[in-house]
């Protein structure tokens, strides 16, 4: 039973424009959410995170925006550009004595149109 | 220059033969993991350790087996007895806890 769900395999978008990415969770435990960007063959990259705590947090161009209660979180890319063209993963995990495992989505992919 | 390795990019076994990826990592970080991700798929947690000496199997450990010999280094042994081993797999570190994780470059494993 997957516990993250990117529910959109894959998207696209004009230069310039927002680019919003969605992620869902089932397991209510959850309370640390991070957004990865991976490019073919290679290892990802760490993005943004958020706190259950807080319900946006912002780093450049990237905003990740986090509903408790809908279980659901989103990326904003602003402004779209031809470099945010990858896969991006939504991972998720809790601060449970010992834990450190993260649960990945199976990712969403972005083409950023010229 | 700070980071994680992983060696080599593209591996090549034959079938029924145990294969060895390195990982190594100059972080200082406390944690270490291995994930391995399938087209199409998200990345899936083989194994991870806390602390040298110790670790834990994550969702799809059967037919892995790891070592944390040294805080730098976390080996993973990829057996004959895993059904489907080929794959992109892929190291990560972290200061542990609530803290995001660093990856490696992956390495791709074939087995023919």
């Known amino acids: 039973d997957q516990q993250v769900k990117q529910n959109s395999p894959s998207l696209s978008v004009q230069e310039g424009r927002i680019s919003i990415l969605n992620c869902d969770y089932t397991?209510?435990?959850?309370?640390?959410f991070l957004w990865y960007k991976k490019y073919p063959a290679e290892g990802p990259t760490f993005l943004i995170s958020?706190?259950?705590?807080?319900d946006k947090n912002e780093d450049g161009r990237f905003t990740v925006f986090l509903n408790k209660s809908a279980k659901h979180l989103s990326l904003h890319i602003v402004p779209s550009q031809p470099g945010d063209s990858a896969v991006y993963f939504c991972a998720a995990s809790y601060s449970g004595a010992g834990s450190y495992q993260l649960t990945f989505g199976k990712g969403t992919k972005l083409s950023v149109i010229p | 220059d700070g980071g994680i390795t992983q060696s080599p990019k593209y591996l090549f076994r034959k079938e029924g033969q145990n294969v060895t990826l390195s990982c190594e990592q100059n972080?200082?970080?406390?944690?270490m993991y291995w994930y391995r991700q399938d087209p199409g798929q998200g990345l899936r947690l083989i194994y991870y350790?806390?602390?040298?000496?110790?670790?834990q199997k994550g969702d799809i450990a059967e037919g892995y087996s790891v070592s944390r010999e040294k805080k730098e280094s976390f080996p993973l042994t990829v057996t004959s007895a895993q059904k489907n081993p080929t794959a992109f797999y892929l190291c990560a570190s972290s200061w542990g806890g609530m803290n995001e994780q660093f990856f490696g470059p992956g390495t791709r494993l074939t087995v023919l």
């Open positions: 972080l200082n970080h406390d944690a």
């Open positions: 350790s806390q602390i040298v000496n110790d670790f």
């Open positions: 958020i706190s259950s705590i807080k």
């Open positions: 397991n209510s435990m959850f309370d640390y």
